[in-house]
């Protein structure tokens, strides 16, 4: 990027947005950074739901580039694997990674967000400007119009680069939308979600360290760790099925048939306030083609991919962006409008690909965890990667413990599942081979 | 509808939105329309380009319940067939409805919705306001701001039903795009197209009363007549093969090789300028799902289901909409959003069946058509239909010659592939048993 014209607007001060001002602070750029919200750090209310987060190699990668990995990790609870809860009561551990026993970390999303904010203004050369919201975006100009909310006043402004990080619902991504070949594909799944809460007094009866999933076919339940020992529960279930829990009676039928332990550590009367006054959240899928238009448009994270949360990489392919597009824009001899040309070359099949797999995950997570072919496969998959964790690199690890492209881990995976069936198919017929023999002699 | 509110407000006034009001005046219902642009009629430049429209049987019968179907067909022509153009200039006709010999019907888009605009104006209860702009829509208030162009105030305005018929750029939409459950998906394909011009001096050189095809694989021309003996050529390619052509020698050396026939009537210097000062323009297909928003939201024709021309349905599905929407409206005992409701339901499936119909025509116009398979099915199919017209019903004749609901058109047309498929697969056998026979005495 030519060092003379360097000012960078970034739209949205979320968690990608605010790490990304983070990124073009450190390479000296004029930053300004626009949220529609008000400053979370001075809010005293908890803003909005959020399924917990959970940070893995391609969002630490990312964290470590800007200096913030140690922090952010202090404040994070490790989990080193599944913890599956059957009808019955009975528990089954599966770590994330037996060869090398990395882990996935829990974290809540307002406070990670704080410390990302905190590190950008601590940049002289960023200004984070609250309260001012995109009203829309003129792209063939080249200009955005933004409003201060506390002066309702509308301002026009531009830079040499303008990325919007503003969120599944983007407002740069709808000017983008009306443009010559961009393809858009918006999927809201059929199952929602609802968050519910085992308190901090409860919490040392949850085996510690573990991402705890109750599979149920259709519905599923997950319980992620927080720093002061309580779990943010999460419940996903068919909105159908919300629709059709109406009171005390039924929820608790419901909850007693389904998902009998949680009963006594979510509390009776927690479950059924929440129920009773809260509607369920919905899951969108987004993916879009290119990521930037014309000379210096861009949009990034969950603008550019919202996925369903069920392989814990939204945040984590989203600081992925900051990181693909922070190597790009440090090849001095490119100009702006060529980096983000490349960047959406090299980013939207990937992105795609990972969207692809948290869908694919939903069903992984909630139904075939339970059953025996999937866990003779999952077994199988563990042999292969200790002995030979360079050639045989199961999915989850690639995907979660490595920066491996996305389409790449998605590629290794079927070649993977063919080996795997001709594996199978060869033992079948050795298995009949001896079989035959033995019946000849 | 309750008879004692009745204002219903139409956004957009093209095809749809003008035979809408027409629709809404005859009801009797208060109506506003609101068109973006100035008065059509008052204009004395021809205003965008547009593929030639073929009007077929679900457009006639909503423009019949309007009294206009004999207005506009006086000033079509017809078009009883496809006619093929081989590279050595060959020509094969192709009858679209051997059995009741249906026709489609060519007219020019400015000249139908002249026609239609005038019908609307004709309602004491319609009024007509150019230069009006649909600004944006509050959805959840039930309101929309409008902006008067000419002295640039913008105004909010609410009706008991707001029906956007703002094509493929739908603004009403675009305040869909953000509700719970809003599924959408936009697709623009690889291929554009430019518009040609066969003069009137040399249209008689011309077949009459055929659509003209050349069809060529990756590319495809088609012509369609017009009322003063000209044609409308229209070009289908890559985008990438156009940028290709960027000199004289390069678009005559194309032109001379692929539709050489076509050179003569077209003109040389008539075929350079047009390529050489013209852009080609890009091809849209929209999905999405619902139609309708809350209590009196409804999207028709394009902003709900644009799609690539190769059906020749676009405008017939987006009559049929209005149909559709008429004859749920005449149900006195409903309300409007259970009306526009109940429409959804049922218009949804059956214009995305159309969507994906438009797509795969494509495929078959320009590359299938040339394949011997492809004609030997079309021969059987003419057989069966003769000998059993109300059992096998073709597809282009169910869905251009029909009101069989589009859905429907695609079961049937799947279930005929089988059914083919096994009398092609006992007629083989057949002659192997009979071969088997001959060798064995």
């Not at 694997?81 to 009975?90: E, F, M, P, Q, V």
């Not at 100009?141 to 990325?163: P, S, Y």
């Not at 393809?183 to 979600?193: A, L, P, R």
Request: hydrophobic share 40%; aromatic share 10%.
């Amino acid at each position: 990027m030519y060092q003379d014209r360097r000012k960078v607007i970034v739209i949205g001060g979320g968690l990608v947005g605010s790490l990304c001002a983070c990124f073009m602070g450190q390479k000296g750029y004029h930053v300004v950074l626009y949220e529609k919200r008000s400053d979370l750090r001075k809010d005293t209310y908890m803003r909005g739901r959020s399924i917990n987060l959970a940070i893995s190699h391609r969002g630490r990668v990312a964290l470590r580039s800007v200096g913030l990995e140690e922090t952010v990790l202090g404040s994070a609870i490790p989990m080193q694997g599944r913890l599956l809860h059957g009808k019955t009561g009975a528990l089954q551990s599966m770590p994330y990674d037996p060869v090398f026993n990395n882990c996935i970390y829990s974290i809540g999303r307002n406070s990670l967000n704080e410390v990302l904010l905190n590190a950008a203004e601590n940049y002289d050369n960023v200004k984070v400007k609250f309260d001012h919201k995109l009203v829309n975006a003129d792209i063939r100009r080249g200009v955005i119009r933004v409003q201060n909310k506390t002066t309702t006043e509308v301002f026009e402004e531009t830079a040499d680069l303008i990325i919007g990080a503003d969120g599944a619902y983007s407002v740069l991504r709808s000017a983008m939308l009306m443009t010559p070949m961009f393809q858009f594909n918006q999927t809201h799944i059929e199952h929602g979600y609802l968050e519910l809460y085992i308190p901090a007094s409860l919490g040392d009866k949850m085996t510690p360290n573990h991402l705890h999933i109750w599979p149920r076919g259709q519905f599923m339940m997950i319980a992620l760790p927080n720093k002061d020992t309580s779990w943010t529960v999460t419940l996903f279930m068919p909105l159908d099925n919300f629709t059709s829990l109406r009171d005390e009676d039924s929820i608790m039928y419901f909850f007693e048939n389904i998902f009998p332990d949680a009963v006594p550590l979510i509390g009776k009367n927690s479950l059924v306030h929440t129920f009773l006054s809260t509607k369920p959240s919905q899951l969108i899928s987004i993916k879009c083609s290119p990521h930037h238009f014309g000379s210096k448009f861009l949009i990034i994270g969950d603008a550019a991919h919202a996925m369903v949360p069920f392989y814990g990489q939204g945040m984590n392919s989203g600081f992925e962006d900051v990181s693909v597009l922070s190597e790009l824009l440090d090849k001095n001899h490119l100009e702006v409008k060529e980096i983000i040309k490349l960047y959406s070359e090299m980013r939207v099949q990937n992105v795609q690909a990972v969207c692809d797999l948290a869908m694919y995950n939903y069903v992984e997570m909630r139904d075939l965890v339970m059953r025996k072919s999937f866990r003779a496969r999952k077994a199988v998959d563990e042999v292969l990667y200790k002995l030979c964790p360079k050639i045989w690199f199961p999915l989850y690890n690639s995907v979660s413990f490595s920066s491996l492209e996305y389409r790449r881990c998605l590629e290794n995976k079927k070649l993977q599942d063919k080996i795997y069936s001709l594996l199978v198919g060869v033992l079948l017929l050795s298995f009949l081979f001896v079989f035959i023999n033995i019946l000849r002699y």
